[in-house]
Nanobody
Framework: EVQLVESGGGLVQAGGSLRLSCAAS????????IGWFRQAPGKEREGVSC????????YYADSVKGRFTISSDNAKNTVYLQMNSLKPEDTAVYYC?????????????????WGQGTQVTVSS
């Protein structure tokens, strides 16, 4: 059974950092593209970042570029999202997802399996 489990969310002050984890089971992360998405209350889901399993290519939305870093630990079958210099507008539920497309953007329709999400709240 394919499963993605996010963890690492929480409450942090503006300027702080969090590292989100996306632990995969039922498949190998280096065979898929793993994406991170977020959705704030009343807003549409936003693609944040992705990492390509086949080529290691990464992509970041402009809103997080230079602040977030995505990485993969194949031994742990886990993808991480290191989030630095957090802003109140980063507050959202963060989801990871797996897909077979290339990591050339973070488009929700390209992803098949989704985790349950983890809440990130950044206070001002």
């Amino acid at each position: 059974e394919v499963q993605l489990v996010e963890s690492g969310g929480g409450l942090v002050q503006a300027g702080g950092s969090l590292r989100l984890s996306c632990a995969a089971s039922g498949f190998t992360v280096d065979d898929y593209t793993i994406g991170w998405f977020r959705q704030a209350p009343g807003k549409e889901r936003e693609g944040v970042s992705c990492i390509g399993g086949s080529d290691g290519r990464t992509y970041y939305a402009d809103s997080v570029k230079g602040r977030f870093t995505i990485s993969s630990d194949n031994a742990k079958n886990t993808v991480y999202l290191q989030m630095n210099s957090l802003k109140p507008e980063d507050t959202a539920v963060y989801y990871c997802a797996s897909g077979l497309g290339l990591c050339t953007g973070v488009r929700g329709y390209e992803y098949v399996y989704w985790g349950q999400g983890t809440q990130v709240t950044v206070s001002s």
